[in-house]
């Protein structure tokens, strides 16, 4: 009894499965119909519809495709005019330091001669400063030498005038003896 129970439910279960299915495709019958139905009334104006929009899609794709291309133009000319650039600044720059070098040496020359005229001119003042030195310590050895004259002058002055002192208290003792 429990077999047969089993292979009653069994069934059972087979029917409403089958019925399920067979529900199942009934719906797709009736969407395939709709479908039918739809693409029958509107199919060539979908198709317009969709060919209008292929063709403003391919538009759009090319006026991209055209702006990419003019933008990659661009860049590539601006690489170029950058290149060119460059190597004009780097000619410039090479021509700016041969007008450098050229002024320095100008300069250098002037003040090289500017250096000279002055080391002259201290040299000068030195053999001025050494002449007026050698004039003073001259002067301070004739007056040296002046004060020696007049020291021994004096000297010998002082000697004669005490001789004479003598000489005159001498003699002049002599007349009061």
């Given at each position: 009894?429990?077999?047969?129970?089993?292979?009653?439910?069994?069934?059972?279960?087979?029917?409403?499965?089958?019925?399920?299915?067979?529900?199942?495709?009934?719906?797709?019958?009736?969407?395939?119909?709709?479908?039918?139905?739809?693409?029958?009334?509107?199919?060539?104006?979908?198709?317009?519809?969709?060919?209008?929009?292929?063709?403003?899609?391919?538009?759009?794709?090319?006026?991209?495709?055209?702006?990419?291309?003019?933008?990659?133009?661009?860049?590539?000319?601006?690489?170029?005019?950058?290149?060119?650039?460059?190597?004009?600044?780097?000619?410039?720059?090479?021509?700016?330091?041969?007008?450098?070098?050229?002024?320095?040496?100008?300069?250098?020359?002037?003040?090289?001669?500017?250096?000279?005229?002055?080391?002259?001119?201290?040299?000068?003042?030195?053999?001025h400063g050494l002449h007026v030195l050698i004039v003073l310590k001259l002067e301070l050895l004739h007056e040296l030498a002046d004060k020696g004259v007049f020291l021994v002058y004096n000297s010998f002055t002082g000697v004669f005038l005490l001789l004479?002192?003598?000489?005159?208290?001498?003699?002049?003792?002599?007349?009061?003896?």
């Amino acid at each position: 009894m429990v077999e047969f129970k089993f292979l009653f439910v069994e069934a059972v279960h087979s029917l409403h499965v089958f019925h399920a299915a067979l529900e199942d495709l009934h719906l797709l019958l009736e969407l395939n119909l709709l479908l039918g139905l739809i693409v029958g009334v509107l199919g060539a104006e979908v198709f317009q519809l969709l060919g209008v929009g292929a063709l403003v899609l391919v538009a759009l794709v090319q006026e991209v495709l055209l702006e990419v291309l003019v933008l990659l133009e661009e860049r590539l000319d601006l690489g170029f005019v950058l290149g060119e650039d460059l190597r004009a600044f780097q000619l410039e720059g090479v021509f700016d330091l041969a007008q450098m070098v050229g002024i320095v040496l100008s300069h250098h020359d002037e003040l090289l001669t500017h250096l000279l005229e002055q080391f002259i001119d201290v040299v000068l003042l030195h053999l001025h400063g050494l002449h007026v030195l050698i004039v003073l310590k001259l002067e301070l050895l004739h007056e040296l030498a002046d004060k020696g004259v007049f020291l021994v002058y004096n000297s010998f002055t002082g000697v004669f005038l005490l001789l004479d002192v003598l000489r005159a208290g001498y003699w002049a003792g002599a007349y009061l003896v």
